[in-house]
């Protein structure tokens, strides 16, 4: 097995044709991936990617070309950025008090029911925390919330210094309960 990189944020394993019938038993089932197969995969890149940790944190994308007799390459990369686009991103929603942080739940309740969110109360005022597709528009928060924000820093000091109220599922508890009084 050789590892080397090649490019600023792009690295290739290449196995020989002996290493692929080793690890994986035959040709067919690198294309299959299976269970085996992906754990064989797992394995090989904690192995193969130790030193290089640093440089690849975050979601990866592993290219694995194979021609039988010939061996393997196996590319690891960062996902590109329009893979990015649609993972989820967290968005920070600041209410004045509880009477708005109520509605504007309430309101995002009905129209997204669904959504991993997590209510903290700060010292003057509650933050709402949600995790959304990154092109999801929320526009119509700015009627009921302080500010939208998206900063990691922002999220991060809330959820270290903000008194967590409700984790994970803020919007359907809260939803639930207030829809019909409003």
């Known amino acids: 097995m050789t590892v080397y990189k090649v ?16 690890f994986f038993g035959a040709y067919e089932k690198i294309t299959s991936m299976s269970g085996n197969t992906r754990l064989t995969v797992g394995l090989l890149l904690k ?8 440089e690849l944190d975050g979601e990866l994308l592993v290219e694995i070309r194979a021609k039988e007799n010939f061996g393997c390459v196996i590319t690891v990369s960062p ?10 991103a967290q968005k920070m929603f600041e209410f004045s008090n509880s009477e708005s942080m109520i509605i504007g739940i309430t309101r995002l ?9 997590s209510l903290y ?3 003057r ?9 990154a092109d999801s528009d929320f526009i119509f928060m700015n009627e ?10 922002e999220i991060a000091y809330t959820e270290e210094y903000g008194t967590l109220i409700v984790k994970n599922d803020a919007v359907a508890k809260i939803g639930k309960a207030f829809s019909k009084s409003f």
């Open 109 to 117: 309740f009905k129209s997204r029911s669904h959504i991993v969110s």
């Open 47 to 54: 192995e193969s990617l130790a030193e290089y940790e640093n």
């Open 125 to 133: 005022t509650y933050r709402l925390i949600i995790s959304a597709r």
């Open 121 to 123: 109360k700060m010292q």
């Open 7 to 22: 490019g600023r944020n792009k690295i290739k394993i290449a196995l020989t044709d002996r290493e692929v019938l080793s």
């Open 79 to 88: 996902a590109d950025s329009s893979r990015r686009q649609n993972m989820k």
């Open 144 to 153: 009921f919330c302080l500010r939208q924000s998206d900063s990691p820093a």
